[in-house]
């Protein structure tokens, strides 16, 4: 039932989840160092800040860099990408003026002096990686998957390099944000080999008659879509805020880094087979048995290294990352369930996306909302930080089963049109 390796699917899988482990096997081979140069309220402070940037981000382009990988030809493709680039850019300029103005009421909102202190790089932030996502896409599109790949390296190497050299001198949230911005911006550069010989290409091709077309005839992604993924990267990056208003910024930090540890290497996996899964299931009209054998792969893949965490999470963070990070340990052991559904089930969700279900995904994604803010009161009434976690994570859960469900519903509704 698993995955056969002489497949296209498995080798444009193989190929980007190449380039995405490399990538995320360098942060995490370092964090044993960095746990020990940045403190947990530090990482904290950035994990804060990341939320606010994300959120932004989810909306940057319009979402119309999701439809770049939908049109069967290759200049509507292309013009989508253009279009996407200049949306982020107009909103990057936009955010501009509230980052600046209004960083204070934002720290003193969420009760964190040192966020407000970095929050004029958001729109940095918020362009680079509306840019890089949208060249991900394109090149997805031209099933160019060494080249995405390769960015994945550069850029996880560019921020391990600046994170070591200029934590141990400064140590400071600042430095974790600064690399994070660079390491975008090199992504973006390795896309784009010879950006001037780019740039004549652009000037030479962009139709902007095609581009309002183009705009129009995927009206649904910024009308709608922009809403249903805006509230998924809101409910995603609600967490830290919810953390550091109501508990603790350290335990933003903890929070951060079992996502680092624990989600980013399911997600060389995950993300590696979901990009694939897209542009196969977009193009392919019966996936039900490619459905179903994806899933059931990731859930052989995904199921000890959970059992693992489960048992003795607590136990492995301390000995890794220090003393005392042992309570983020704690923490995985809470979450790591929700985790491992996360990741057998959100790789194939792909068919509200690709049939514009676009209420559906809304309507989840409010449901998952007041979950997590029901979560918040549950931990915020009792006082108790680990009450929210496990509130959060068992009402997760039941609702990656749920998503699950309706998306293989739909999987076989197209097979049978």
Known sequence: MLLNSNSEFAKNVLTLMTGTAIAQIIPIAISPILTRIFTP?????????MSITLIVTSFSCGKYELAIILPQKKSDSFHLTVLSIMVCFLVSIISIFPFNVFHSQIAIFLKSEAVGDYLYLAPLSIFFIGCYQSLFYYYSRQKDYKKISISKIYQAFSMASINLSAGIALGSAGILIFSQIISQQIGIIKLIKKPLKKISFLKKNISYRQLLSIAFKYKKFPLFFSLSYGLNTFSTNLTPFILAISFDLKYAGYFLIVQKVIVAPTSIISRSVGSVFFQKASHQKDCRKLYLVVSISLFVIGLIPTIIIFS???????????????????????????FFLSFTTTPVSQFSTIHQKAAYNIIWQLILINFILLSWFLGDSKNNVFVYFISYATLQSLLYIAGYLYEFYLCVKQSQK
């Open 41 to 49: 309220e530090e990482f904290g402070v950035f994990a804060v800040y």
């Open 312 to 338: 003795f999470g607590d136990t492995l963070f301390a000995l890794f990352f220090g003393e005392s990070w042992r309570q983020a340990g704690e923490v995985s052991q809470i979450l790591v369930t929700m």
